[in-house]
């Protein structure tokens, strides 16, 4: 598997393949809320989510592929806006629909925690919704363990933080 950050704005045959990894997730969308209509994802949504996700001066946009395949994207902050708070965050890991229960969600994971130790990083936090049991139980198989409970920043959604040594 390779781990790959989007360097640029994505071609219309990026996007469409970008758009197929988050169109195969419409349980998270559901609960999420992030797109109206979570089974008619949109490409110009998807485009606004990623303008949106990188906004941030330390962002990267992460595509997973097997074999040629984009498999499943990984969002990540090296530093949270929050100056208090020392650690990279991952703020959106999806795995393709077609491609769950197939263990590339783990190998994602694993390739960013390596990215983050290999740049001398300590530890990793990310934030699950409250309401997504199937999330919840994937982060705790990975070793990382509930640190704190509060809203989300940009929503204001209730979620679980999570911490992993690294």
Same mark, same amino acid.
């Given at each position: 598997?390779t781990?790959d ?9 990026l996007?469409?393949?970008i758009t197929?990894?988050y169109?195969?997730n419409p349980?998270?969308?559901r609960i999420s ?7 008619d994802?949109?490409?110009?949504q998807?485009a606004?989510s ?9 962002a990267?946009f992460? +595509?997973a592929r097997? %074999? /040629?395949?984009l498999v499943?994207? @990984?969002?990540?902050?090296g530093?949270?806006?929050?100056p !208090? ?6 703020g ?9 229960r ?6 994602i ?10 740049a001398g990083?300590d530890?990793l936090? +990310?934030?699950v919704? %409250? /309401?997504n049991?199937a999330?919840l @139980? ?7 363990r509930? !640190?704190d409970h509060?809203?989300d920043r940009?929503?204001f959604?209730?979620?679980?933080v ?5």
């Amino acid at each position: 598997m390779t781990l790959d950050p989007l360097t640029a704005a994505p071609d219309d045959a990026l996007l469409a393949e970008i758009t197929g990894v988050y169109a195969s997730n419409p349980d998270f969308h559901r609960i999420s809320g992030d797109f109206p209509d979570p089974h008619d994802v949109r490409p110009e949504q998807v485009a606004a989510s990623l303008n949106a996700e990188l906004v941030q001066p330390t962002a990267e946009f992460l +595509l997973a592929r097997e %074999d /040629g395949v984009l498999v499943g994207v @990984a969002a990540t902050l090296g530093e949270h806006p929050d100056p !208090i708070d020392p650690y990279p965050w991952l703020g959106l890991l999806l795995v393709h629909g077609d491609h769950r229960r197939q263990g590339h969600g783990r190998r994602i994971v694993a390739l960013v925690e390596e990215r983050f130790r290999a740049a001398g990083r300590d530890g990793l936090r +990310l934030a699950v919704l %409250d /309401g997504n049991t199937a999330a919840l @139980a994937f982060w705790r198989a990975q070793g990382y363990r509930v !640190i704190d409970h509060r809203p989300d920043r940009q929503q204001f959604r209730p979620c679980s933080v999570f911490h992993k040594e690294l």
